[in-house]
């Protein structure tokens, strides 16, 4: 019982994002289109909270969870608080692109949590299937980001072209 206690600290940011992410898409259900700013607001929450847990469970020495198929060490934790601030800047920038192209739905902060999850999971892993789940969960909210604007063919070329090349 004390190993699950353990493997869940160290993977708190990762959880964290899970959660807000699925927070984000059930709010964006809930709220009128007027006030999505809300889940800008949201997500850039997420990437303060996951920063601070990961300030919070920050260990000198290496640790390992989840059968040793999960490491968090120094680097692993610098890693993950450059992809926040990457995250964050690159947030900020498209916050008024959407808005000025009518393509700011929820979706698109949630695709961007799921990536940066899966950005977080390659970090952290220290075995190949994490590399992969983490490579795969990547790939397909890239996927999805680049055919984001549906009313551009282009869009929807570049994404078919990007999943075929990329399978």
Do not use: W
């Not at 289109?33 to 990961?54: K, M, N």
């Not at 498209?94 to 902060?109: D, H, K």
């Not at 551009?152 to 999943?163: D, G, R, T, V, W």
Request: with cysteine; glycine share 4%.
């Amino acid at each position: 019982m004390e190993n699950i206690h353990i493997d869940m600290l160290a993977a708190l940011p990762e959880i964290t994002v899970l959660c807000m992410a699925m927070l984000i898409l059930l709010t964006d259900l809930f709220i009128k289109p007027q006030s999505r700013f809300i889940l800008y607001g949201l997500a850039q929450i997420t990437l303060f909270a996951a920063a601070l847990f990961t300030f919070q469970t920050h260990v000198p020495t290496v640790g390992y969870a989840f059968n040793d198929m999960f490491v968090d060490d120094s680097l692993s934790d610098v890693l993950k608080l450059m992809t926040y601030l990457g995250s964050s800047i690159m947030l900020v920038y498209t916050r008024q692109y959407m808005q000025i192209r009518n393509m700011y739905r929820g979706e698109y902060y949630a695709m961007v949590l799921f990536a940066m999850l899966g950005m977080m999971i390659m970090i952290s892993s220290y075995h190949m299937l994490t590399i992969y789940i983490g490579l795969e969960l990547l790939s397909l909210c890239l996927y999805s980001l680049v055919a984001f604007d549906r009313d551009n063919p282009k869009a929807s070329e570049a994404a078919m072209k990007y999943f075929v090349l990329g399978a």
